[in-house]
């Protein structure tokens, strides 16, 4: 399990794009985005476009473990991208439509961490590379709603895991990568 993390538009997807394309020919692209508005079909289709053409695209955000263990085929190497939309995902998800002010954040967290606990078990016995792509949530100010405090301490929380779990970690500024593990 490799984990290539960075800031908003560092150049992670590229560059996990180009890890990956080293060590496997096939690629099962585990995509988490959700079509929300017209701007994110766009940015969605974009990145589809972008994909060669080979890799098979997987597009969801629930019970990930389980798409790795059963929907992966034999040579196929896995990019999950990206982390931290799937827990946006789960957290709005889960909430079942309640204001975020009445969310029950330390239930939720406990959920997402479960999730979590899971896809890092699936990703350690994966016997080809498996690369997730997350938001380094932690180097700006700390936000000044409820919902975002709770978003980064959350992102942070599980990007520490998953960093403790993988075999490398690479942080993306400006396109560059440097291995930090």
Not at 12 to 28: F, H, M, N, P, W
Not at 31 to 39: G, N, R
Request: proline share 3%; aromatic share 6%.
């Amino acid at each position: 399990m490799i984990l290539v993390t960075g800031g908003a538009r560092s150049g992670k997807s590229a560059y996990t794009e180009r890890l990956i394309a080293g060590q496997c020919e096939q690629v099962l692209y585990i995509a988490t985005a959700q079509v929300t508005d017209e701007e994110m079909a766009a940015r969605i289709e974009r990145h589809r476009q972008e994909r060669p053409s080979h890799w098979r695209t997987w597009e969801g955000y629930q019970d990930l473990a389980s798409v790795i263990r059963q929907h992966r085929q034999s040579e196929e190497g896995v990019i999950l991208e990206c982390v931290t939309t799937l827990i946006a995902n789960l957290l709005f998800d889960k909430s079942s439509g309640a204001s975020p002010d009445e969310w029950d954040f330390a239930s939720l967290e406990g959920f997402i961490q479960r999730q979590i606990d899971d896809l890092i078990v699936a990703c350690l016995h994966c016997p080809t590379p498996v690369y997730l792509v997350t938001n380094e949530v932690g180097m700006g100010i700390m936000p000044d709603n409820r919902l975002a405090r709770h978003f980064v301490d959350i992102a942070g929380r599980v990007n520490q895991k998953l960093a403790q779990a993988a075999k490398e970690v690479w942080l993306l500024v400006s396109g560059i990568g440097v291995k930090i593990k």
